[in-house]
């Protein structure tokens, strides 16, 4: 006998697949061979059936090979996946083709994110559409729409609060709109990606009203306890996310006169993926979007969709099996589509959802709060640190690396890390708050506090990037010094994006330096949650003071306008250097504590890149440029000036600086 792929409880895994699979084949083949694709594509398809069964047999046999009813279950996720298949549209499956030889598309230098609220950017999907123009110009080439979904009333915690995942909130639009909002990005050659909040449910959800209902069978999609003998016992090692809100991980609910597990919010309920049946109703869901025409999938509170009591029910093995045997799913339905994982926990559990065969993006959140460090700061020592052995990924994967989102700020830099370069972690992070918030002496920063947990000290940044980085300080003062440092911050920390390997990500706005919004409060429904401050209307107006961009290089009149066309500069100069695809990246000593510097690289070219994170002029050592350049001149790409390294290199206050040989 062959134990198989270390599964306990079965041998010879292969064998079992193939027989499942030779049971399952007739079923299945009967709803792919109605669906009138052509027979190449269906051939293709079967083929990829055969291939990919065996790791999506191993991979629920280890969620679910202990119940009764697996394989009643297993044929019904053959099912699912052979239906969504016979259903997916014509020009998606040429994209699925097209993808499958070249799967590297997501990391091309000509990929560039940006991220909205549909309500907040342009009302509804149909005056979205008009804007796409305004996305090509600016140089966007995916557009993650955030959620849009149907929503309980009031509170929705920004939109992950789901009631209908195939329903298009109202007063955006219809699923029709968003249909063809996502045909119309394809032709313009913009890739779409939205959310798949599958941690959780609306309290009103359909699965959520039969359970109210006392509807056993949906009862059993979510965590339900009659007293509250198991949560407390589960508390004992479970961490509150929202504090100040949501006090607690257990609501009580009057009508079933239940405990219900509410991880984030009390209208949000956990779903509960030991139950297979839950897998199975998500993966529908999940391929009911992909036929959409969505292309990135951003899979929202990955680390807690696993319970176990006596863990902080994080970052669990099951939840990366889950993960895995949905990337297997899709792999085989839509292989055009790929997932971006939403993991803001410890750099090394980032890390680990990070796999061509689990989540091929992720997003970046070290990255991100280690460069609002090194500005508060003004020192690089702890970015050195980290991304000397963070920022590598394995092969076919790539960061998604961003400054501001819809979420706060979290300190999720590792204290190991820390105290390598002799940094408390705690009391750095409590600097770091202060510093943001303004609180801190000589502070550029506007944010204001998010979720402040007085019994541990621990809290989150919210604001804008714009007043994050000194711009809402300068206007206050009118001061014409703050604000072309304020300018110069911002640049400095979308250079960094743009070229340090990966996907850079705008929040949309920030390409204007839009500021605070204070007037959330007014709001009911926003007043308790701060990080609406950073999530403020589209500023329409700006566009009527900005010149035609040919014209522009950057030194426009108005603070927004300059900004808008040097970012949309840096974006084009980017996609000009194909040096910037890919991940790869090394890291240079500069030689000085304030100045971050590195090396990208590919087979047309090389880009040696600084950046300076000190309101101060700060030299580079001529030597250390030539040996990292393997040259003697460059063309520095933002200024375009030629660079000799006969003497120091001087990068200006928050200067970042792009280097090619010539």
């Known amino acids: 006998m062959t134990i198989s792929n270390n599964v306990p409880g079965i041998e010879d895994l292969k064998l079992e697949a193939e027989l499942s699979l030779q049971r399952i084949w007739p079923r299945v083949c009967s709803i792919w061979e109605q669906a009138g694709h052509e027979p190449a594509d269906r051939h293709a398809f079967e083929e990829r059936f055969s291939n990919s069964w065996p790791r999506i047999f191993g991979l629920a046999y280890r969620l679910y090979g202990t119940r009764y009813d697996f394989f009643y279950h297993l044929e019904e996720v053959a099912r699912v996946a052979a239906q969504a298949w016979a259903d997916r549209p014509a020009h998606l499956l040429k994209t699925d083709q097209s993808r499958i030889y070249d799967d590297s598309w997501f990391q091309s230098e000509q990929m560039i994110g940006g991220a909205l609220y549909v309500d907040l950017f342009s009302e509804n999907l149909g005056k979205l559409r008009q804007s796409i123009d305004y996305f090509k110009k600016l140089g966007v080439t995916y557009l993650h729409l955030m959620p849009l979904f ?69 009862q059993q999609y979510y965590y339900l306890f009659e007293d509250r003998t198991l949560p407390d016992q589960y508390e004992q090692t479970l961490r509150e ?6 006090r607690g991980n257990f609501t009580w609910h009057d ?49 807690f969709i696993w319970k176990q009591m006596g863990t902080n029910c994080e970052n669990r093995p099951e939840a990366h099996i889950l993960i895995q045997a949905y990337n297997a799913i899709v792999h085989l339905v839509c292989p055009g589509m790929v997932f971006k994982s939403e993991a803001i926990v410890a750099p090394d559990d980032v890390l680990t959802y990070v796999s061509p065969q689990e989540c091929q993006l992720s997003y970046n959140p070290t990255l991100m ?22 920022h590598k990924i394995p092969s076919g994967t790539a960061w998604v690396n961003y400054l501001r989102c819809h979420d706060d700020i979290g300190w999720t830099f590792d204290d190991g890390d820390a105290a390598a370069v002799g940094i408390n972690g705690y009391d750095h992070r409590q600097f770091l708050n202060k510093f943001y918030t303004g609180q801190y002496p000589d502070s550029f920063a506007r944010g204001v506090p998010f979720q402040y947990n007085a019994d541990t000290g621990d809290m989150r940044i919210s604001g804008t990037m714009a007043s994050l980085a000194g711009l809402e300080q300068a206007f206050s003062r009118n001061d014409d010094t703050l604000k072309e ?31 605070n919004d204070y007037d959330f409060v007014q709001d009911p429904a926003k007043s308790s949650d701060s990080r609406w401050i950073h999530r403020p209307k589209m500023k329409w107006d700006y566009l009527q003071d900005l010149q035609l961009p040919e014209n522009s290089n950057g030194q426009g009149g108005m603070v927004h306008t300059n900004l808008y066309n040097s970012i949309r500069r840096l974006i084009h ?90």
């Open 150 to 218: 149907a929503v309980r009333p009031g509170n929705n915690d920004g939109g992950y609060a789901i009631s209908n995942y195939r329903s298009v909130d109202p007063r955006l639009g219809t699923i029709e709109d968003l249909q063809l909002l996502a045909s119309e990005l394809h032709e313009s050659g913009i890739a779409l990606a939205l959310d798949f909040v599958f941690n959780h449910t609306a309290d009103d959800h359909e699965w959520a009203k039969q359970a109210q209902a006392g509807v056993r069978e949906f």
């Open 241 to 246: 996310i929202f504090p100040t809100e949501s």
């Open 255 to 303: 009508g079933m006169q239940r405990w219900v597990w509410t991880t984030f919010n009390s209208f949000q309920w956990d779903l509960n993926y030991h139950n297979p049946a839950v897998f199975c109703s998500m993966l529908e869901e999940m391929l009911f979007l992909a036929n959409m025409g969505v292309d990135i999938l951003r899979l929202d509170a990955v680390a």
């Open 369 to 390: 709060a280690l460069l609002w460090e090194s500005l508060a700061t003004r020192e690089v020592k702890l970015l050195n640190r980290s991304l000397s052995h963070r």
């Open 485 to 515: 440092l304020a300018v110069n911050r911002i640049l400095l920390l979308h250079g960094i994006t743009l070229s340090i390997g990966g996907i850079p990500l705008l929040y949309i706005g920030e390409e204007w330096g839009l500021l």
């Open 573 to 662: 100069l980017r996609k000009e250097a194909p040096a910037f695809a890919g991940q790869q990246m090394e890291l240079i000593s500069s030689g000085n504590p304030h100045v971050l510097g590195f090396v990208r690289h590919s087979a047309e070219g090389r880009v040696i890149v600084f950046g300076n994170f000190s309101e101060q002029e700060q030299p580079v050592s001529g030597n250390v440029v030539r040996t990292a350049g393997l040259g003697r001149f460059f063309e520095e790409l933002i200024s375009e000036t030629t660079v000799g390294t006969s003497e120091e290199v001087i990068l200006g206050p928050y200067q970042v600086m792009w280097l090619r040989r010539v």
